[in-house]
């Protein structure tokens, strides 16, 4: 890192614009963000499917709120993800589309 400027604080992270960066370029904290929001999302969903709501609407509302959230500014951040951080993502985003349509998705599916 260069030398720290007067009166100015260096910072080892930052959320620009909803993304969060480090200065090693590492999208850890981001992708733990992104999916703490999603599952708080996914646990709203299943109350309103308890409530009645149909899986037309349920899938819908996912898109908007949860696919929307996972996809967002993917091209700035995309190419820093690690294997790792990549199967995170894939397995929130394959038991979401489980539970989503339920029988009908082969939930069989790895990654790799």
């Not at 899938?59 to 199967?87: D, K, Q, T």
Request: glycine share 4%.
């Amino acid at each position: 890192m260069p030398p720290p400027l007067d009166d100015t604080e260096q910072l080892d992270c930052c959320k620009l614009l909803g993304v969060i960066f480090q200065s090693n370029f590492k999208m850890d904290p981001h992708i733990q963000f992104v999916l703490s929001q999603c599952a708080q999302k996914m646990y709203v969903l299943k109350l309103l499917r308890h409530r009645g709501l149909p899986d037309a609407q349920l899938s819908v509302i996912a898109n908007a709120v949860i696919v929307s959230r996972l996809l967002y500014a993917l091209p700035a951040w995309g190419g820093f993800l690690s294997v790792e951080l990549v199967n995170k993502i894939n397995v929130f985003s394959t038991s979401a589309t489980c539970w989503l349509h339920s029988v009908s998705y082969d939930c069989s599916r790895t990654y790799e």
